[in-house]
């Protein structure tokens, strides 16, 4: 009995030694506890979980979308910018839209308009069904000075249920829903 405490105190104490290798945790736990404070608003912890995530596994698309989000809500737009790019440069084409998408809006956020026409542009490019594009182009589109181009959007996302786009053209333009 003795012989097996002295053990455990050993085995205890190791854990804290230097130099003592410990189990290390997956992206997929940080991603998890990332999600987790990110979920409670906190959001500079999930900031920093995102990144070890990250530091495991540089090929982790899902990481830096929720890291870009943070970065996002942090309005810190030049680093969601760059991780949303990560996203376009790793992902598959549902995430390459996603990134595309998420990367115009910030730039639409950040003032940046006639930047973000294009990404919104890829977006569409990649799920034409995607209304919520249109939507920020169009809205890319006004602040550019191209009303044209903004209300054929607006139309574009109504018709494919943008329930602002409709909103939006029921107030500016109430026989939208009639003209090609």
């Known amino acids: ?24 945790k997956s992206s997929e736990s940080y991603y998890n506890e990332a999600l987790s404070m990110h979920r409670t608003g906190n959001l500079n912890e999930a900031v920093r979980l995102y990144s070890q995530a990250i530091q495991n596994d540089n ?5 830096y979308q929720m ?8 309005r810190q737009f030049q680093r969601a ?3 949303y790019t990560a996203v376009i440069d790793l992902g598959e084409p549902y995430f390459q ?8 809006v910030v730039k639409n956020m950040s003032g940046r308009y006639a930047e973000a026409i294009p990404d919104f542009t890829q977006a569409i490019g990649i799920d034409q069904k995607m209304a919520s594009a249109y939507f920020h182009r169009g809205i890319a589109r006004i602040k550019t000075s191209d009303s044209t181009g ?8 109504a018709r494919r249920g943008d329930p602002d786009a409709v909103r939006w053209l029921d107030a500016t333009t109430p026989d939208w829903r009639q003209m090609k």
């Open 67 to 74: 890291r870009a989000a943070a970065w996002q809500r942090l």
């Open 1 to 24: 009995m003795k012989r097996l405490s002295t053990l455990l105190v050993l085995a205890s104490v190791s854990m804290f030694l230097p130099g003592v290798p410990c189990a290390a």
């Open 59 to 63: 090929r982790y698309v899902m990481a």
């Open 150 to 157: 903004a209300f054929d959007d607006f139309k574009q996302a």
């Open 81 to 83: 910018i760059s991780d």
């Open 97 to 104: 839209a996603v990134g595309y998408f998420n990367r115009g």
